[in-house]
């Protein structure tokens, strides 16, 4: 388990969603990480993780977000076409839902009572 997200301890995530976080975690470091870092804050590309990361406007410098993301789905929609870019195709749905759910649990957004997919996304809104 990375550092940082609540998957562990009090308010910690249900089992099934603290499973899906490992398994995002899991394909975030094997698909993710050489542009992102390996905390996802930063390398290459953008940080999408920690404060400050997956906000709902896109920050002035990124050269592939340009749209606004008001919830997790915009998010999980976004990345499922274009992360990794030019290989999006490779995850399944369930990894790009992992992946995310990842995301969003070492950024503080509580996911849950139920693992993320594309329609409870969409009652977690992005700050």
């Not at 002035?60 to 076409?81: G, V």
């Not at 969003?104 to 139920?114: A, D, H, I, N």
Request: hydrophobic share 35%; glycine share 12%.
């Amino acid at each position: 388990m990375a550092c940082g997200g609540a998957r562990g301890g009090e308010g910690a995530a249900p089992p099934a969603v603290a499973e899906q976080a490992d398994q995002g975690e899991d394909v975030f470091r094997r698909r993710c990480a050489q542009c992102h870092g390996p905390d996802g804050r930063g390398g290459r590309a953008p940080n999408i993780m920690g404060q400050g990361a997956l906000t709902a406007r896109p920050i002035p410098e990124n050269k592939m977000r340009t749209q606004t993301f008001a919830t997790a789905a915009d998010l999980l929609a976004w990345t499922s076409k274009k992360m990794p870019p030019g290989t999006a195709e490779d995850l399944t749905p369930a990894e790009h839902a992992a992946v995310i759910a990842y995301m969003l649990s070492e950024t503080g957004y509580k996911v849950g009572p139920q693992p993320l997919d594309a329609e409870n996304a969409k009652a977690i809104k992005l700050r």
